[in-house]
């Protein structure tokens, strides 16, 4: 049974840093491109990043985010971590980490591609 579950979310001040992780179980998190969402009260999904199989390591960062978030394996751990840095209020939302069970990101991003398991999410609340 394919499981994500997500951790690390928090309350941060603007400007701080949290790092997610995804942690896998019922599959092989390093054979599959892992992709991170986040969701706003009131506003669509978006998929902010992706890694791809372990063997290709691809990475794609939607522009909202390019340059401050950073995703990266633990092959030993099954997990996917998602670092988030330089945080703004705009950046609150709920994080969630999801699988197709396909290989590779796709430079369209990850509202392109057929995720279809999902973690419960992480909050990430940024304020003063």
């Known amino acids: 049974q394919v499981q994500l579950v997500e951790s690390g979310g928090g309350l941060v001040q603007p400007g701080g840093s949290l790092r997610l992780s995804c942690a896998a179980s019922?599959?092989?998190?390093?054979?599959?491109?892992i992709g991170w969402f986040r969701q706003a009260p009131g506003k669509e999904r978006e998929g902010v990043s992706c890694?791809?199989?372990?063997?290709?390591?691809?990475?794609y960062y939607a522009d909202s985010v390019k340059g401050r978030f950073t995703i990266s394996r633990d092959n030993d751990k099954n997990t996917v971590y998602l670092r988030v840095n330089s945080l703004q209020p705009e950046d609150t939302a709920v994080y969630y980490c999801a699988t197709g069970l396909f290989f590779y990101c796709s430079a369209a991003g990850p509202n392109s591609q057929p995720f279809r398991y999902w973690g419960q999410g992480t909050q990430v609340t940024v304020s003063s």
């Open positions: 019922g599959f092989t998190l390093n054979n599959y491109a």
């Open positions: 890694i791809s199989r372990r063997d290709d390591g691809s990475t």
